[in-house]
Nanobody, 120 residues
Protein backbone atom coordinates (compact mmCIF):
# COMPACT_ATOMS: atom_id res chain seq x y z
CA UNK A 1 0.00 0.00 0.00
CA UNK A 2 1.27 3.46 -0.92
CA UNK A 3 -0.15 6.82 0.14
CA UNK A 4 0.65 9.95 -1.85
CA UNK A 5 0.28 13.60 -0.81
CA UNK A 6 0.89 16.43 -3.28
CA UNK A 7 1.85 19.97 -2.30
CA UNK A 8 3.15 23.17 -3.87
CA UNK A 9 0.23 24.21 -6.02
CA UNK A 10 -1.05 27.76 -6.15
CA UNK A 11 -1.74 30.81 -8.26
CA UNK A 12 1.01 32.18 -10.50
CA UNK A 13 1.19 34.59 -13.41
CA UNK A 14 2.00 33.38 -16.89
CA UNK A 15 5.74 32.98 -17.31
CA UNK A 16 6.22 32.15 -13.66
CA UNK A 17 7.32 28.97 -11.92
CA UNK A 18 6.03 26.50 -9.37
CA UNK A 19 7.52 23.40 -7.81
CA UNK A 20 5.18 20.55 -6.97
CA UNK A 21 6.16 17.85 -4.51
CA UNK A 22 4.68 14.45 -3.86
CA UNK A 23 5.43 12.73 -0.57
CA UNK A 24 5.00 8.97 -0.56
CA UNK A 25 4.63 6.46 2.22
CA UNK A 26 5.21 2.77 1.78
CA UNK A 27 8.16 0.46 1.50
CA UNK A 28 7.99 0.08 -2.28
CA UNK A 29 8.51 3.73 -3.25
CA UNK A 30 12.20 3.49 -4.09
CA UNK A 31 11.56 0.60 -6.47
CA UNK A 32 8.52 2.16 -8.15
CA UNK A 33 8.25 4.36 -11.20
CA UNK A 34 6.24 7.53 -10.61
CA UNK A 35 4.29 9.95 -12.73
CA UNK A 36 2.45 13.25 -12.80
CA UNK A 37 -0.89 13.79 -14.51
CA UNK A 38 -3.19 16.77 -14.68
CA UNK A 39 -6.87 17.40 -15.21
CA UNK A 40 -8.39 20.69 -16.27
CA UNK A 41 -12.10 21.46 -15.80
CA UNK A 42 -14.20 19.66 -18.36
CA UNK A 43 -11.24 17.73 -19.72
CA UNK A 44 -9.88 14.23 -19.29
CA UNK A 45 -6.88 13.52 -17.10
CA UNK A 46 -3.71 13.79 -19.17
CA UNK A 47 -0.15 12.61 -18.81
CA UNK A 48 2.48 15.18 -17.84
CA UNK A 49 5.69 13.35 -16.90
CA UNK A 50 7.01 10.04 -15.61
CA UNK A 51 10.28 8.86 -14.10
CA UNK A 52 11.72 5.41 -13.49
CA UNK A 53 12.68 4.06 -10.07
CA UNK A 54 16.27 5.31 -10.21
CA UNK A 55 15.49 8.71 -11.68
CA UNK A 56 17.58 8.13 -14.80
CA UNK A 57 14.75 7.95 -17.33
CA UNK A 58 12.39 10.91 -17.26
CA UNK A 59 9.78 11.26 -19.98
CA UNK A 60 7.47 14.17 -20.76
CA UNK A 61 4.37 15.09 -22.66
CA UNK A 62 5.16 17.22 -25.69
CA UNK A 63 3.15 20.07 -24.22
CA UNK A 64 5.52 20.45 -21.25
CA UNK A 65 8.83 19.28 -22.67
CA UNK A 66 11.54 21.86 -22.11
CA UNK A 67 9.52 23.66 -19.43
CA UNK A 68 8.87 20.99 -16.78
CA UNK A 69 11.38 18.77 -15.00
CA UNK A 70 10.50 15.66 -13.02
CA UNK A 71 12.90 14.41 -10.36
CA UNK A 72 12.88 12.15 -7.33
CA UNK A 73 14.65 11.71 -4.02
CA UNK A 74 14.33 8.11 -2.90
CA UNK A 75 15.96 8.85 0.45
CA UNK A 76 13.11 11.24 1.21
CA UNK A 77 10.38 9.27 -0.58
CA UNK A 78 9.57 12.27 -2.74
CA UNK A 79 9.00 13.05 -6.40
CA UNK A 80 9.01 16.62 -7.64
CA UNK A 81 7.80 18.52 -10.68
CA UNK A 82 9.55 21.80 -11.42
CA UNK A 83 7.34 23.87 -13.70
CA UNK A 84 8.83 26.88 -15.48
CA UNK A 85 7.49 29.25 -18.13
CA UNK A 86 3.96 28.44 -17.06
CA UNK A 87 1.08 29.14 -19.41
CA UNK A 88 -2.64 29.62 -18.72
CA UNK A 89 -3.28 26.27 -20.41
CA UNK A 90 -1.23 24.59 -17.66
CA UNK A 91 -4.05 25.38 -15.24
CA UNK A 92 -5.31 22.10 -13.80
CA UNK A 93 -5.35 19.85 -10.78
CA UNK A 94 -2.04 17.98 -10.73
CA UNK A 95 -1.82 14.42 -9.45
CA UNK A 96 1.12 12.20 -8.68
CA UNK A 97 0.77 8.47 -9.06
CA UNK A 98 2.68 5.21 -8.84
CA UNK A 99 3.30 3.60 -12.22
CA UNK A 100 5.03 4.08 -15.55
CA UNK A 101 4.14 5.35 -18.99
CA UNK A 102 1.63 7.70 -20.54
CA UNK A 103 -1.60 5.85 -19.81
CA UNK A 104 -3.40 6.50 -16.56
CA UNK A 105 -4.47 2.86 -16.52
CA UNK A 106 -0.81 1.94 -15.87
CA UNK A 107 -0.95 3.66 -12.47
CA UNK A 108 -2.39 2.01 -9.40
CA UNK A 109 -2.04 4.59 -6.59
CA UNK A 110 -3.02 8.25 -6.83
CA UNK A 111 -2.77 11.30 -4.63
CA UNK A 112 -5.61 13.72 -4.00
CA UNK A 113 -4.19 16.40 -6.28
CA UNK A 114 -3.02 19.98 -5.94
CA UNK A 115 -4.49 22.93 -7.83
CA UNK A 116 -2.30 24.97 -10.17
CA UNK A 117 -3.77 28.16 -11.60
CA UNK A 118 -1.88 30.26 -14.13
CA UNK A 119 -3.27 33.72 -14.80
CA UNK A 120 -2.74 35.55 -18.07
Amino acid sequence: QVQLVESGGGLVQAGGSLRLSCSASGRTFSSSAMGWFRQAPGKEREFVATINWSGTMPSYADSVKGRFTISRDNAKNMVNLQMNSLKPEDTAVYYCAVGWGRLSSNYNYWGQGTQVTVSS
